[in-house]
């Protein structure tokens, strides 16, 4: 018939329902502008993604900027990957349990201060 039942609602539904279902998540986001807002920009598909927000608005943005994002999800790979492996678990032989706060703080954290100037805020 067509019909959903609410049991056949998973996350495997949703993602082959989405525009992007044939390819892979991104691994880095890039958001110009100096905004530190997704706007529900591929919010789904970017959850697991480093994002590096940049000051520069896009039609300055050079191949530098490019390179400036790489740079940043390299150096913030390895701990996005021990969030996610850890899922709650001990992180960096810490010894401690993350629930949801700690997570978000952990990934805030982890972000920082991405350029000279702070975090704009709205």
């Not at 943005?61 to 701990?79: E, K, P």
Request: proline residues 3%; aromatic residues 10%.
């Amino acid at each position: 018939q067509g019909d959903i039942k609410p049991t056949d609602i998973d996350q495997d539904l949703l993602e082959s329902l989405m525009y992007t279902n044939h390819s892979s998540n991104p691994d880095l986001l890039i958001r110009t502008s100096g905004e530190t807002r997704l706007s529900d920009f591929l919010l789904w598909q970017a959850s697991s993604s480093i994002t590096y927000f940049t000051p520069v608005l896009w039609p300055e943005f050079s191949i530098w900027h490019l390179l400036a994002g790489v740079f940043f999800y390299q150096r913030h790979q390895q701990s996005l990957d021990q969030l996610k492996k850890a899922g709650g678990q001990d992180v960096g032989g810490k010894g401690c349990q993350l629930d949801q706060l700690e997570q978000d703080t952990t990934v805030a954290s982890l972000l920082g201060n991405w350029w000279s100037g702070g975090v704009k805020t709205e």
